[in-house]
C-alpha cells in the first residue's frame, strides 16, 4: 500500500514516526514524504550567520540524506514561509497538500494530532488543514481511505524536560505499531543527518525517548479494537 506523511518542518519526521516508516518500507510499503517548509527559520541559523534563506538550503540538503536513511519511496519539499504559515491563506495550503495527494494518490494520508505535539503553531496549522483536505478528496474522489494523526503517549510526553510536549489519552490511541531494533537505528541515522540540529537534538534527548512502539490516531472510524498496523482494516 502507499502512505503519505505530511508535515511542515524538516526533522518533524525524524523526531516522529520515522521508525514506523521505516518499518513500512521494509514491508513492501511505499512511504511518500512531503515538507511545507525547508524550515530556515530556526534560531539555529543564528549560529552558523545564515540568512533564512541559507539555512533552508542547508536543511534542504540534510533532508536528502534522510531520504536515503529511511529509504523512502519519495520526498517532496516545498518552500512555505517556515513559522509563517498562520499568516497565509488556508486555501493555498490546502491547494499544494490536495495536489501531492491527488498526484500520489496514497491509501493513507498521516500528519500530527490535534496538539501538535509541541504545540508549535505550525503543526497545529497542518492538523486542521491536512484533515479539511482529507474530507473533501475522500467524498469526492474516494481518496485516501484513511487519515492517522502520528501521536505520543500521555506517559511519553510527561518524561520529556527540555520542551513542554502534548500526548494522546489511552483511549485516544487507535493503532499501535511494534518496530524492530533495525527500525529504531534507522530513525537515528535519520537524526543523525540534521548536522546543523544537533544541538537541539542532544538537549531533547530524544534518542533516549525512541521505543519500539509508534502510536497513532484514527480519524473518523469506529475501531472496535486497536490497530496493530496502520493500514490494518483498509480494503
Keep these: ?5 505530511i508535515f511542515p518542518h524538516p526533522d518533524d519526521e525524524s523526531f516522529g514516526p520515522a521508525h514506523a516508516m521505516s518499518k ?3 514491508d513492501g510499503h511505499d512511504v511518500y514524504l512531503l515538507t511545507l517548509t525547508k524550515g530556515g527559520a530556526t534560531k539555529q541559523r543564528h549560529k552558523y550567520g545564515y540568512s533564512i534563506e541559507e539555512m533552508g538550503e542547508v536543511r534542504f540538503k540534510e533532508m536528502l540524506d534522510v531520504e536515503k536513511a529511511l529509504n523512502l519511496s519519495g520526498m517532496k519539499v516545498l518552500d512555505l514561509p517556515d513559522s509563517g504559515l498562520k499568516k497565509m491563506d ?6 499544494v497538500v490536495y495536489d501531492e495527494i491527488e498526484r500520489l494518490k496514497p491509501d493513507v494520508v498521516v500528519t500530527y494530532a490535534v496538539h501538535g505535539i509541541s504545540g508549535f503553531h505550525d503543526h497545529l496549522i497542518i492538523h486542521g488543514i ?12 474516494g481518496y485516501p481511505k484513511r487519515l492517522a494523526f502520528f501521536t505520543i503517549t500521555e506517559e511519553e510526553a510527561a518524561k520529556q524536560t527540555h520542551f513542554k510536549i502534548s500526548g494522546s489519552k489511552p483511549e ?4 499501535i505499531v511494534e518496530v524492530d531494533r533495525v527500525d529504531i ?4 541515522k535519520a537524526l543523525d543527518c540534521y548536522v546543523t540540529f544537533q544541538e537541539t537534538i542532544k538537549a531533547t534527548n530524544i534518542q533516549q ?17 486497536k ?5 490494518e482494516g483498509i480494503q
Design 24 to 26: 513500512q518500507r521494509r
Design 209 to 225: 525517548h525512541i521505543t519500539s512502539k509508534v502510536v497513532f490516531e484514527i480519524f473518523g472510524e469506529t475501531l472496535n479494537k
Design 130 to 141: 491536512v484533515k479539511r483536505v482529507f474530507v473533501e478528496m475522500k467524498e469526492k474522489l
Design 185 to 188: 537505528d534507522n530513525c537515528l
Design 90 to 95: 488556508p486555501r493555498d495550503i490546502e491547494k
Design 172 to 175: 485516544e490511541i487507535d493503532c
Design 1 to 5: 500500500m502507499k502512505i503519505l506523511y
Design 227 to 231: 490497530l496493530k498496523d496502520i493500514f
